[in-house]
């Protein structure tokens, strides 16, 4: 079975500082997708960043970067100069490639602190 | 970029009654979408894939017949909540996949979401 974790349920981070949000997936496909998804308190989902499996460079959006490990199954996100307006949950989420199916992670909560 | 709009956002209803909730893509054509309901703090749950032009495809445990699922065309889909109670309350999301770009761009993106009350 295709599975996401996210080990942790809850981080704090000061504002304008750095954090990493932690994924694991397990999948026996060779080509998929993997994303990174925020859901503020409006509960609207916005997609953070996107990155393909077949690609080994790490994909960067702004602020947002992540750390692909493909052999390790890992995926984690940087967010760099943390804004109050990152404080929201966040979610990884893996494509099953012939469904389209997504497949999410626990979800993180980010409390940025001022 | 991609929006996807949901309607309504909030729903009152009365036990018994159904409720209609749209999804919407407003700048991409979906062929297929998809419907999930998640419950507070918590992380989402697929009940079901909506294909255009032909049945939904329903998740383990989702009851089809309480969850009627439409795609009459390439940018709508419509859930209807059937026989609505109390315990239906939630947080219904959907999504539309992007394949504008094919397999290279495939993405989803999400509406707004809409809360359900069932009294």
């Known amino acids: 079975a295709q599975t996401v974790t996210q080990s942790q349920p809850e981080m704090s981070v000061q504002e304008a500082e750095t954090v990493t949000l932690s994924c694991t997936y397990d999948t026996s496909e060779s080509n998929y997708y993997l994303f990174w998804y925020k859901q503020p308190p409006s509960r609207q989902m916005i997609l953070v960043i996107r990155q393909e499996a077949y690609k080994q460079q790490n994909a960067t959006e702004n602020r947002f970067s992540v750390n692909f490990q493909k052999a390790a199954k890992s995926f984690s996100l940087k967010i760099s100069d943390s804004q109050l307006g990152d404080t929201a949950m966040y979610f990884c989420?893996?494509?099953?490639?012939?469904?389209?199916?997504?497949?999410f992670g626990q979800g993180t909560t980010l409390q940025v602190k001022p | 970029g991609a929006v996807v709009s949901q309607h309504p956002s909030w729903v009152i209803c009365k036990s018994g009654t159904s409720v209609k909730i749209e999804c919407r893509s407003l700048d991409f054509q979906a062929t297929t979408m998809f419907w999930y309901r998640q419950f507070p703090k918590q992380s989402l749950m697929l009940m079901a894939t909506?294909?255009?032009?032909?049945?939904?495809?329903?998740e383990q445990g989702v009851e089809k017949d309480k969850f009627l699922i439409n795609h009459a065309s390439l940018t709508l889909s419509t859930l209807t909540v059937t026989s609505a109670h109390p315990e239906d309350s939630s947080f219904y999301i959907c999504s539309a996949r992007d394949l504008r770009g094919g397999k290279s761009t495939d993405t989803q993106y999400f509406g707004p979401g809409t809360r359900l009350t069932v009294l």
């Open positions: 989420a893996f494509t099953e490639s012939n469904t389209g199916k997504l497949i």
């Open positions: 909506s294909n255009e032009g032909s049945k939904a495809t329903y």
